[in-house]
């Protein structure tokens, strides 16, 4: 099946500086890559959609100067938390939706990555 | 606007126990509607899913019927084992075509032998 991956998997920083999330989609091309936060207890909260080569759409209420997000190519998404706090400490959650090799067409079905823990001290 | 309602855990089952997780939604149009898995350590692993009324979900003996009549996504398992041990969340996808999903607050299952 299709595999995303995601780097780091935990990520421990101090409150100010700025941690950059990657998600990769391993042996498939991906039209569109989701971000998700979950905090405890909670459900997958979407984020933003990014589509390759295009500005992400954002989630209403989501700071775009805060989550910097760049999907540079149909293999890769970033994520950059910029100046976090601890209010930013959660589970961010990446999935992308595969694109047929030959048609263009795109798959309905998401698939995620495992997660990276963000912890702002 | 659209959500997702799912019962609270977490559920503790024997093995070979019967299991129902309920899910209810509220959308406007006509849903799909998912049940996603997760395993610990692992990403969100679709289970099943059915696109419109009537429709039954089944995969690795896991069901789900869509009910309109009763806004409603119910998984069941005639038998759980003890892989089954994970948090299974209910989504839909917005109507009118669009790929987002909405999630909800996901049930832990741990299944014990």
């Known amino acids: 099946g299709a595999v995303v991956s995601q780097h780091p998997s935990r990520v421990i920083c101090k409150s100010g500086t700025s941690v950059k999330i990657e998600c990769r989609s391993l042996?498939?091309?991906?039209?569109?890559m989701f971000w998700y936060r979950q905090f405890p207890k909670q459900s997958l909260m979407l984020m933003a959609t990014?589509?390759?080569?295009?500005?992400?759409?954002?989630e209403q209420g989501v700071e775009k100067d805060k989550f910097l997000i760049n999907h540079a190519s149909l293999t890769l998404s970033t994520l950059t938390v910029t100046s976090a706090h601890p209010e930013d400490s959660s589970f961010y959650i990446c999935?992308?939706?595969?694109?047929?090799?030959?048609?263009?067409?795109?798959?309905?079905?998401?698939?995620f990555g495992p997660g990276t823990r963000l912890t702002v001290l | 606007g659209n959500s997702v309602t799912q019962m609270e855990g977490p559920v503790t089952l024997s093995e070979e126990a019967f299991l129902t997780i309920n899910c209810t939604y509220t959308?406007?149009?006509?849903?799909?509607l998912f049940w996603y898995v997760q395993y610990p350590g692992e990403g969100l692993q679709l289970l099943l899913k059915?696109?419109?009324?009537?429709d039954k979900g089944s995969n690795k003996g896991f069901e789900a019927t869509y009910r309109k009549e009763t806004t409603s996504f119910h998984l069941e398992k005639g038998s759980v084992q003890v892989s089954d041990s994970a948090v299974y969340f209910c989504?839909?996808?917005?109507?009118?075509?669009?790929?987002?999903?909405?999630f909800g607050k996901g049930t832990k299952l741990t299944v014990n032998p």
């Open positions: 999935s992308a939706r595969a694109r047929h090799p030959t048609s263009g067409r795109s798959y309905n079905e998401q698939f």
């Open positions: 042996d498939f091309q991906a039209t569109t």
């Open positions: 990014s589509n390759e080569g295009s500005k992400a759409t954002y």
């Open positions: 959308a406007t149009g006509y849903p799909s």
């Open positions: 059915a696109t419109k009324a009537d």
């Open positions: 989504a839909l996808s917005h109507p009118g075509g669009s790929e987002k999903l909405v």
